[in-house]
């Protein structure tokens, strides 16, 4: 079992910066995926950008790309999200999710393991 727990959510103007954490406990390995997930009312779930614990070149959806950027601290089994240029459409609860393998999956029923999120709000 792996446990996932978000923090760094909150309220920011538009324009402003966030940085998401990610702590992992538990039966984590290297040979897992790790990815950011958000839902804002009414809408599914959907991908925002994953990586690799072992390392690489993460990937990010068409909607952040260049504006948010995913890290991992495998010292501290910590994986971020820093977002930059907030605008009012990435107003959500955000998740991390898990899962083993190296598959940069974009589907959330593909993961295995999910905090319980974490809500960011941006003000126009």
């Known amino acids: 079992q792996v446990q996932l727990v978000e923090s760094g959510g909150g309220l920011v103007q538009a324009g402003g910066s966030l940085r998401l954490s990610c702590a992992a406990s538990g039966r984590t390995s290297s040979n897992y995926v790790m990815g950011w997930f958000r839902q804002a009312p009414g809408k599914e779930r959907e991908f925002v950008s994953v990586v690799r614990w072992s390392g690489g070149i993460p990937y990010y959806a068409d909607s952040v790309k260049g504006r948010f950027t995913i890290s991992r601290d495998n010292a501290k089994n910590t994986v971020y999200l820093q977002m930059n240029s907030l605008k009012a459409e990435d107003t959500a609860v955000y998740y991390c999710?898990?899962?083993?393998?190296?598959?940069?999956?974009?589907?959330?029923?593909?993961?295995?393991?999910w905090g319980p999120g974490t809500q960011v709000t941006v003000s126009s």
């Open positions: 999710a898990a899962t083993s393998g190296s598959v940069f999956y974009t589907a959330s029923r593909q993961y295995a393991y």
